[in-house]
């Protein structure tokens, strides 16, 4: 159960409910603040005096006055006109944690929408009844419109909902979280379409998934640096001090832990070699820059999952309703790009590493990491698999923060582009996923060639989870299904379980 107290959602609290549905309830502080705000708005609309979204059109229609009798059908005609989403729908913990923020947002008290409204939505998420939403319509400010507005249509019976799973209309779904159809009362429609609420909870289910594949590098690079047989002197912790960036020496200390006591390490501590190459050499200097982003990202995300983010804003102790820009995505398309930036690093990394494992020159392992070179290609194309993955993450990173493309008839001259920065990095996970999971194919196969030593006791049960999933690589064989099931291992988090960096330390704001 997540208790929503206003400005208190933590990441934990986030993260649980992309993980699996969890029931909500208000705080009862919020109950007062929500039904203060509400009031306001109806003393407002009862004196008639002008206020955008309550008696006025929207946009470039601002200064069109709404006649008293018409203000609930402004409402439902708003929602209406503003569902014009397509794409695919988003997925089953992006709806949820939209639900929860939407709810987190309009309890501040500050949207002027009813209590009944409120708890409406509550009803939604805890009977899990969830909202088609399509993915794309969405430029990121007068907030995130089309997506928000398909949410919307179900209060009042329009549109589709997944009721379980399963595919049911807007009307089955009311009656399903025990509702009937609601007519919206002046500025409730504006509040719910209002406001970054997509592009945050695309924003975020990434930022987890970010999180899981920063751990699953940390240790596919460990077992990369026993596979070649690298030095483990580049992680010294008098090294990353005197830089001093905390990143670098966190990734420093996980690396430092993962390869303790390996016995590769051992076997070659008189060697001739002075330095690796940099993808083993400078893991903790490009893996802890790529933390420090993913904690500021996240700091920044875990704000606005507790921001009023609609417009305009009710100040109930004075009675104003005052316009402003709260609900610009500017912050969460700088969060979602740098994350992009950060993900797409945390695959190049992983791949140059590939490359080097299976470069006889560098590893010092058979050519391609099979025995019988030639009539096997051993990983060879695997390793074209995983530059094609990289390489489209190059693309997938260029930050869509830096577009704007003016809407609303040059009203809303500039947008942030938010809800595309957050929803691509959904296609670089995937992408980040398959290349670690062809590095730690590679780095198992390269531990397996250094026996009779054995690597680290922290690693070893790496390699054995793998080896449950994906026998040692003899010969050519039908490959993309052993992929695939390491793909799983990392996507499920289990390969991150084993770094030695928790989640917590992933983001200031907890």
Known sequence: MITITPGRLTLGDLRSMAEKRQSVELDPSCRDAITRGAEAVASIAERGEPAYGVNTGFGRLANTHIPREQLELLQKNLVLSHAVGIGE???????????????????????GVSLELVEALIALLNNDVLPVIPSKGSVGASGDLAPLAHMATILIGVGEVNIQGERATAQAGLAAAGLKTMVLHPKEGLALLNGTQASTALALRNLFAIEDLWRSGIVSGSLSVDAAAGSITPFDPRIHQLRGHP??????????????????????????KVQDPYSLRCQPQVMGACLDLIRNAANTLVIEANAVSDNP?????????????????????????????????IGALAERRIALLIDSSLSGLPPFLVRDGGVNSGFMIAHVTAAALASENKTLAHPASIDSLPTSANQEDHVSMA????????????????????????AAQGIDLRQPYLTSPSLAPVVQLIRTHVPHYDIDHYLAPDIQSVIELVSSGQIAAYAPIGLPSLGNAQ
């Open 89 to 111: 729908p988003f997925a089953p913990e992006v709806v949820r944690l939209l639900l929860l923020l939407k709810i987190a947002s309009l309890a501040r008290g500050h949207s």
């Open 247 to 272: 990143g670098q020496i966190d990734a420093a200390a996980a690396y430092r832990s993962l390869l303790k006591d390996s016995g590769i390490t051992v076997s070659h501590q008189d060697c001739e």
């Open 313 to 345: 804003l009710v100040f109930p102790d004075t009675l104003e309703v005052l316009s402003g820009g709260n609900f610009h995505a500017e912050p969460v398309a700088f969060a979602a790009d740098t994350l992009a930036i950060a993900a797409a690093e």
């Open 419 to 442: 809800t595309f920065a957050a929803r691509k990095l959904t296609d670089i996970c995937a992408n980040v996923a398959g290349i670690i999971a062809i590095e730690l194919l590679a």
